[in-house]
Antibody, heavy 120, light 112 residues
């Protein structure tokens, strides 16, 4: 059974940093692209970032580029998102999502999400 | 990069059919058949309902169907049931260099 378990969210002041983690199990982690998607309270889904299977290729939404860094440790079956220079508008539930194998832009499994609140 | 355009809300009675539209551009919906739809119940995690415009993952009811014409994709739910009441999001691959995937703003489906 595929499982994705996020952790690392919390309350942080503007300008602060957090590192989110997503522990994966139930599938061959290194074979799949992984994504981060966020959802501000009461708002819609927004794609944030993705990494390919070996971590050699990444991409980011313009709103987070230069501030967030996606990475993965395939030995630990864990995906990360480093959040720096946080702003109030980054407040959201952050989901990690496993991509489908054939077309890595579909998210067939999602974690339960971790809430990041940026506030003074 | 603007989000794909969806109606904010749609409604229907049990047993009826409804359609949710999702309008993009030639850089996303119109240019590729990489359109998907997600269902999200309140407080729950999104669930993939449709991929490749019209394919259903295993376990998704055949009451859900997808289509595309030009820059607009559509999700149709037939035989509406109370459990279908949820938010629905379309998504598409985009050739924009600043992101991989673009979502619609979401549509709240109310079953009357």
């Amino acid at each position: 059974e595929v499982q994705l378990v996020e952790s690392g969210g919390g309350l942080v002041q503007p300008g602060g940093s957090l590192r989110l983690s997503c522990a994966a199990s139930g599938f061959t982690f290194t074979s799949y692209w992984m994504h981060w998607v966020r959802q501000a309270p009461g708002k819609g889904l927004v794609w944030v970032s993705r990494t390919n299977g070996d971590g050699s290729s990444t991409n980011y939404a313009d709103s987070v580029k230069g501030r967030f860094t996606i990475s993965r440790d395939n030995a630990k079956n864990t995906l990360y998102l480093q959040l720096n220079s946080l702003r109030a508008e980054d407040t959201a539930v952050y989901y990690c999502a496993k991509a489908q194998w054939l077309v890595p832009y579909y998210f067939d499994y999602w974690g339960q999400g971790t809430l990041v609140t940026v506030s003074s | 990069q603007s989000a794909l355009t969806q109606p904010a809300s749609v409604s229907g009675s049990p047993g009826q059919s409804i359609t949710i539209s999702c309008t993009g551009t030639s850089s996303d919906v119109g240019g590729y058949n990489y359109v998907s739809w997600y269902q999200q119940h309140p407080g729950k995690v999104p669930k993939l309902m449709i991929y490749d415009v019209s394919n259903r993952p295993s376990g998704v009811s055949n009451r859900f169907s997808g289509s595309k014409s030009g820059n607009t994709a559509s999700l149709t739910i037939s035989g509406l049931q109370a459990e279908d009441e949820a938010d629905y999001y379309c998504s598409s691959y985009t050739s924009s260099i600043i992101l991989d995937v673009v979502f619609g703003g979401g549509t709240k489906l109310t079953v009357l």
